[in-house]
């Protein structure tokens, strides 16, 4: 199998001494086996940017101060390497950058992430380690410049890929997955009548849960990892209101309304996670697809778009400048700060999921 090809990018800037071009997944590892096939022997090839992703469970570091948990096959001094220490940190080192979490973020039996974006220029490197079980993140820019080597995030030795149970290396930057997104199956409900969320444009009109119908300002396709903790959530049709499954980010609030909403929290509608949906028979983590993209939709305000009978939020500015590990958000007013709607956290999501199995309101 060849890597997946997603897009051409050029940049007259980086000259020849940097590869650009198509961007491609050039290896995706899940338990150790390859969805993604990589090259036979990478190549020390430098590339303009990269990006690596891992998840592993914590282990257990006991007698050490440290355990290895993956090792770049490039020499030693340009490999980039991840280390867990006794002190519950983890510490990433690729030449100059070294990067170390606070002690104690992450506790052994603990699932954790690893996104580690490598920039030519030092504008765009970012190492972002997330704790999936307390929900704890931490992300660093450090302005280090790295025209990444393939063969330096490539792992040494197959045993690094039974450590890290996912791990995912591309030639181009992978965005957060911590912002509302449609699978490119999902159809929304425009003033032109039902459209496929890839073939939007912005300035098209969107037909939303409540008030009239406003414009599409912003939308972005990103390619996304599929994968372990960073699977997106596949919500089953009829459940939510829905005429055919689609898949959206974990990230992705859904809209829920009814008596038990209305006795649990007192509001007539609040939004849920998607993520916290699956523990209902409507959601489920959708691990069908190595890697999906993913199209982000933005409105002058934040409110619910119409998939059939279902609400799925657009994404609030606030949440957009945090993922994208931006600049300040102090500028920003109220209405780019505050969801339309009440969120519910997980506790509250359960406690209107168990309702529902109960049969004091089917979530259909």
């Not at 030519?120 to 190492?127: E, K, Q, S, Y």
């Not at 009239?212 to 209101?241: D, N, Q, S, V």
Request: proline content about 6%.
């Amino acid at each position: 199998m060849t890597p997946v090809i997603l897009r051409d990018h050029c940049d007259a800037r980086m000259g020849d001494a940097f590869i650009v071009g198509q961007e491609q997944w050039l290896g995706v590892w899940d338990l150790g086996q390859a969805r993604i096939l990589p090259p036979l022997s990478p190549k020390a090839e430098l590339f303009a940017a990269m990006s690596l992703l891992l998840e592993f469970c914590m282990p257990y570091v006991a007698g050490k101060a440290f355990v290895r948990l993956w090792q770049g096959a490039a020499e030693v001094a340009s490999a980039v390497a991840l280390f867990a220490t006794r002190e519950g940190a983890l510490r990433l080192v690729h030449g100059d950058l070294d990067c170390t979490t606070a002690a104690g973020f992450a506790r052994p039996g603990e699932i954790i992430g690893l996104r580690y974006l490598c920039c030519a220029r030092g504008r765009g490197d970012l190492v972002e380690f997330v704790n999936h079980d307390r929900g704890h993140k931490e992300r660093l820019r450090l302005g280090v410049a790295h025209a990444a080597r393939v063969d330096a995030l490539f792992p040494r030795d197959a045993g690094f890929l039974q450590v890290c149970h996912v791990a995912a290396i591309a030639n181009f930057h992978v965005a957060s997955s911590d912002l509302p997104a449609l699978g490119a199956e999902a159809i929304l409900a425009t003033t032109q009548g039902p459209v496929p969320v890839h073939a939007l444009r912005p300035e098209m009109t969107l037909i939303l849960t409540e008030g009239p119908p406003k414009p599409l300002r912003w939308i972005a396709r990103r390619p996304r990892l599929c994968l372990g903790r960073m699977a997106p959530i596949l919500l089953r049709a009829p459940y939510f209101g829905l005429a055919q499954d689609i898949v959206t980010t974990s990230a992705t609030r859904i809209m829920r309304s009814g008596p038990a909403v209305e006795f649990l929290f007192g509001h007539e509608r609040v939004l849920i996670s998607a993520g916290d949906l699956t523990s209902s028979h409507g959601a489920r983590y959708d691990r069908r697809l190595p890697v999906r993209d993913m199209y982000h939709l933005m409105l002058d305000d934040h409110a619910c778009v119409a998939v059939d009978r279902c609400g799925v939020e657009t994404a609030l500015l606030a949440d957009v400048i945090t993922a994208e590990g931006g600049g300040t958000q102090r500028n920003l007013s109220q209405t780019d700060r505050t969801p339309c709607l009440p969120v519910l956290d997980r506790a509250a999501a359960q406690a209107l999921i168990a309702a529902s199995a109960k049969g004091r309101r089917g979530l259909l």
